[in-house]
DNA sequence: CTGAAAGCGCTTACAG
DNA sequence: CTGAAAGCGCTTACAG
């Protein structure tokens, strides 16, 4: 069966397309009588309009992109969530790409979905990404775009994030509230903005309650593994400084910590606390359930796409747009672990 | 700065758009000069064919549509992974939609996907969702279709599937195999297509092993979580049967059990051991580690966008198309709690 | 209240 | 080797 289009409702009925097309869009200059016999047609022969079609003449596509380091983590899923919902219920569909990571392949995504002309770009950079010309270009040709997460400050385009210093330093107010001392923390990679916020805000909660902040307590990871959580207990322990409370970069990595601990009989969080940062599936269901920090990943999401939405409309309306910084509200979920 | 088009290079470059279009699609009847010259300018232009104009004529979208229960599931995100990444590789792009386990919702959702027109769909049915008249639209529409996971076998689609059954079998012989004696099972929901397999795997592997199957022994899930895993644990515990050995639906619930088992200092594997099924992110870091069923979903994602565009091109060629069902292998990956 | 016409930007069968 | 023309299916400014 093909599909019903404009032409063949208007020559069944012996009117014009152009009348067909205003009954069917509800304009008023049309006449009652012929605009049920139209819709009714158009219900007999369950006509929906050709989107290509649409799409051509209106030039847009009612479809944004999303382009993510990785779906397969818990963090981002919940984004994508929160993205699609939001999307959905304003009649945007989103198409997904991943960069894996990769700044080659971020930059051939842009250049697809720049190619698909799809309305808005919605993104979490790159590890290796940072203020370059594919961004660049996105800016230049004046598509919506907003930045989640891993953004670079220097691109003046609408932001959702959370304020991970102010969240790091939450983390390790709750330690010290507990008692620790000694706090080691075990921080993310050189590079991307939240490892760097993190870290500053590590250094400032120990300040602020007056600690000595003291280098050799920090462990960088080379990579966010399960796997790098374990090695630094089992170096933390080794080195015996006496360490009472250990706030790490993310649940992930914390895990790790806290199965070393688990097979080597350390009490958590008598002898030593541990809070991760994400709130992960799994920080609920490991034993001792680990303390973490809540980052509201399908708000983000609404957020994310809510403001994409006014920079489309203002800009179909052709006025002005200022990007804006939404910031959201982190909180921490203390379990067993501290 | 406005779009480059065909219109204007051929302007530019006094010649026709007929020519300037099949220049840039390297027609044989086009003299190198004239194709240089086209080239080169669409080059300066930074010159890509208007996609919205391109699918109108071709009746093409080069966009598929994927509908799957939720994307916070480490299972499906595996799945996403595969398909984006597939998809790519030959010049698609995916929509993703969410059902949410709601009939409603996907019904919905491939109604805007047929109106979307995309080249096709790739679909894990909701738990509610069978034999119903969304699908056979799809069908009738003669939309190239895949199903994976949760499939409907009424439907005659394309499948990308483990042998549940099979997969179930292994698990519960690898208990055997590991000395249990009594094993239980705590199973899925009633309806869904893969728990009615793992359940039959489960009493073929006792049958094989002349073990007596015990209804008393089966415990079924009211909903997929970890606390299901920590109620039944505990009745398993209070009712004292002698159980031996539990194959659990999925991870999520059998990391339930786990939580259940070390908190009243149940030795597993030693009084109990515990299998579950695909192999989770959190199986891995969990302690004990829990043995497991290995889905292979992200291969299972390039499968089903393989014999998707197969359909695609089948279709487009007007050849006939015969659906395929391809099934994966699945594997035991024994760790500590058997 | 109705409709002829232009146009969105491309592709391709056909003529020369 | 080149190009005029039709057409994909819609929307909308304009005329009557």
């Known amino acids: 069966m093909r599909e ?51 799409n051509l003449r209106t030039q847009e596509s009612k479809t944004i992109g999303l382009i993510i380091p990785e779906v397969v983590h818990h963090f981002f899923s919940g984004v994508v969530n929160g993205i699609i919902d939001e999307a959905e219920k304003n009649g945007y569909l989103v198409i997904i790409l991943q960069s894996n990571e990769s700044l080659e392949l971020e930059k051939k995504q842009v250049a697809l979905l720049i190619n698909k002309r799809v309305d ?35 691109i003046p385009s609408s932001k959702v994030i959370i304020n991970d210093q102010k969240a790091a330093m939450d983390a390790v107010q709750h330690l010290i509230d507990r008692g620790c001392k000694k706090i080691a923390h075990i921080r993310g990679l050189e590079n991307p903005q939240n490892s760097i916020d993190r870290f500053l805000g590590y250094k400032k909660a120990l300040e602020k309650n007056g600690i000595p902040f003291d280098p050799g307590l920090v462990y960088a990871c080379k990579s966010i593994t399960f796997e790098q959580g374990v090695a630094f207990a089992k170096q933390i322990i080794e080195e015996d400084k006496g360490i009472d409370g250990i706030f790490v970069i993310t649940d992930l990595v914390a895990v790790g910590v806290l199965a070393y601990f688990n097979e080597k009989g350390i009490q958590v969080p008598n002898q030593i606390a541990v809070i991760g940062f ?61």
């Open 4 to 54: 019903a289009t404009l032409k063949e409702i208007a020559n069944t009925l012996g009117i014009s397309i152009t009348t067909v097309s205003k009954a069917l869009k509800n304009y008023p200059d049309v006449s009652a009588k012929t605009k049920k016999a139209v819709v009714d047609l158009a219900v007999k022969l369950n006509y929906t309009p050709n989107s290509f079609a649409v």
């Open 120 to 154: 808005g770009i919605i993104m979490s950079l790159s590890n290796e990404s940072n203020n370059d010309a594919h961004i660049k270009e996105i800016l230049q040709k004046e598509i919506p775009f907003v930045q989640f997460d891993k953004i670079s400050k220097l």
């Open 278 to 338: 994400s709130n992960w599936l799994v920080s609920r269901v490991i034993t001792p359930k680990l303390s973490t920090v809540d980052q509201p990943s399908y708000e983000m999401g609404v957020e994310a796409f809510t403001v994409l939405l006014e920079e489309i409309v203002c800009r179909k309306e052709n006025r002005e747009f200022k990007p804006r910084i939404i910031e959201l509200e982190t909180g921490i979920i203390a379990r067993e672990s501290t």
